[in-house]
């Protein structure tokens, strides 16, 4: 019940922690899942922070699904956001709209494919034209398309391995820790 109430509740918070919840397939049953994932509103489902939670719960309770279930989570990771979500003058021509649209449908679709999932023909068939009309598009590393941005922080340098080729396997901490400590007193983080 508490979960139906987060669900429900207007606050994307709640929202995220019911998205959250439902993973626990032992808790759950997938008619639950499956609700809750089409009652959300286009905007939280497509654009909104509960991005990783929505496409966690998909991947992780993926084999779950029945047949009809699947099928339409399918739909509408396939259908895409709809374009009413943005102001008339949002795009500057039809393009720009479509690959905002192949951009967010190609995002869900191959993330839901690397988790296992075996995706039916027409959706198959869609992913294929996607890639086809943007043919140097790559899908982020990991869980890392599950959000709406990211950025990452490295210290340290940047590391050419062929400062490695040569140093014995039995001694490439050491060197790393002696790279490392060289770029800090280097740039005055010692």
């Given at each position: 019940?508490?979960?139906?109430?987060?669900?429900?509740?207007?606050?994307?918070?709640?929202?995220?922690?019911?998205?959250?919840?439902?993973?626990?397939?032992?808790?759950?049953?997938?008619?639950?899942?499956?609700?809750?994932?089409?009652?959300?509103?286009?905007?939280?489902?497509?654009?909104?922070?509960?991005?990783?939670e929505?496409?966690?719960?998909?991947?992780?309770?993926?084999?779950?699904?029945?047949?009809?279930?699947?099928?339409?989570?399918?739909?509408?990771?396939?259908?895409?956001?709809?374009?009413?979500?943005?102001?008339?003058?949002?795009?500057?021509?039809?393009?720009?709209?479509?690959?905002?649209?192949?951009?967010?449908?190609?995002?869900?679709?191959k993330?839901?494919?690397?988790?296992?999932?075996?995706?039916?023909?027409?959706?198959?068939?869609?992913?294929?034209?996607?890639?086809?009309?943007?043919?140097?598009?790559?899908?982020?590393?990991?869980?890392?398309?599950?959000?709406?941005?990211?950025?990452?922080?490295?210290?340290?340098?940047?590391?050419?391995?062929?400062?490695?080729?040569?140093?014995?396997?039995g001694?490439l901490?050491?060197?790393?820790?002696?790279?490392?400590?060289?770029?800090?007193?280097?740039?005055?983080?010692?």
């Amino acid at each position: 019940r508490i979960v139906a109430q987060w669900r429900d509740e207007g606050f994307l918070l709640f929202q995220r922690l019911a998205l959250h919840t439902l993973c626990q397939s032992n808790c759950f049953h997938v008619s639950e899942v499956t609700k809750s994932i089409l009652a959300l509103d286009d905007r939280t489902f497509w654009f909104s922070d509960a991005q990783r939670e929505i496409t966690r719960l998909i991947t992780e309770r993926s084999s779950d699904f029945d047949g009809d279930a699947w099928q339409d989570v399918e739909a509408r990771l396939s259908v895409g956001p709809s374009r009413s979500l943005f102001p008339d003058n949002a795009f500057d021509d039809d393009s720009e709209w479509q690959s905002l649209l192949d951009h967010s449908r190609y995002r869900r679709l191959k993330r839901v494919e690397a988790s296992g999932i075996a995706l039916g023909q027409e959706v198959q068939q869609l992913l294929t034209e996607i890639e086809g009309r943007h043919p140097k598009w790559r899908p982020g590393s990991g869980d890392r398309d599950d959000f709406n941005s990211w950025s990452e922080m490295r210290l340290g340098p940047q590391g050419d391995p062929k400062h490695f080729v040569d140093i014995p396997v039995g001694q490439l901490v050491d060197e790393g820790i002696r790279l490392n400590r060289d770029h800090n007193l280097e740039s005055g983080q010692a």
